[in-house]
């Protein structure tokens, strides 16, 4: 059981705005950044944003982050095909010492 | 361009041990941390565990602590995981992957291919 929960789903149409939610404690999230992968089907995870809202070059605008207290959210607007993959969030926890990653949020896109 | 190259995967029987190899290329090898992250068959990603850049400060989850060793040879290039008695819970593919930061762990920018790991009689 990951100590960082994302809802197991999600799903919208092409064009909409989806959010998927990460909540933690004030030993990781609370206390370090928040970062956020995507998994295409039979790949490698890719970093999507790190440091809680920075993106690295290669994704656009249309993904973005943020990070509240001790939960954080990953928006994707102009939902696009292409974008259907499970989205994990990780975040460095102070009391294990070691990452955590969330469950997963598998996104469908209609 | 970086490249992580996994290696040493395979069919292992229960209890017995296997080293995975990830060799490092494109980019200055002891100025990164490394990690090995898994992941089961149709499960989420478990971080397993961190080579800090510094080579010394080793981070391990607490479900392969005690048997599972995380190390480097800085003149070769490659990262290794010493994994002993080894069950079915251990099947997954397990990823090398390399970390951005040098303040706090987690921002994973590269990632190898991944190496099959089967424990299975």
């Known amino acids: 059981q990951s100590v960082l929960t994302q809802p197991p789903s999600a799903s919208g149409t092409p064009g909409q705005r989806v959010t998927i939610s990460c909540s933690g404690s004030s030993s990781n999230i609370g206390n370090n950044p928040v970062n956020w992968y995507q998994q295409l089907p039979g790949t490698a995870p890719q970093l999507l944003i790190f440091s809680n809202n920075q993106r690295p070059s290669g994704f656009p605008a249309r993904f973005s982050g943020s990070k509240s207290g001790t939960s954080a959210s990953l928006a994707i607007s102009g939902l696009q095909s292409e974008d259907e993959a499970d989205y994990y969030c990780?975040?460095?926890?102070?009391?294990?010492?070691?990452?955590?990653f969330g469950g997963g949020t598998k996104l469908t896109v209609l | 361009q970086v490249q992580l190259v996994e290696s040493g995967g395979g069919v292992v029987q229960p209890g017995r041990s296997l080293r995975l190899s990830c060799e490092a290329s494109g980019f200055i090898f002891t100025n990164y941390g490394l990690h090995w992250v898994r992941q089961a068959p149709g499960k989420g990603l478990e971080w397993v565990a961190l080579?800090?850049?510094?080579?010394?400060?080793?981070f391990y989850a607490d479900s392969v602590r005690g048997r599972i060793t995380i190390s480097r040879d800085n003149s070769k290039n490659t990262l290794y995981l010493q994994m002993n008695s080894l069950s079915a819970e251990d099947t997954a593919v397990y990823y090398c992957?390399?970390?951005?930061?040098?303040?706090?762990?987690?921002?994973?920018?590269?990632w190898g291919q991944g190496t099959q790991v089967t424990v299975s009689s």
């Open positions: 080579m800090w850049y510094d080579g010394n400060s080793r």
């Open positions: 992957a390399r970390d951005m930061s040098r303040v706090v762990p987690g921002a994973i920018d590269y």
């Open positions: 990780a975040a460095w926890d102070d009391s294990l010492n070691g990452v955590l």
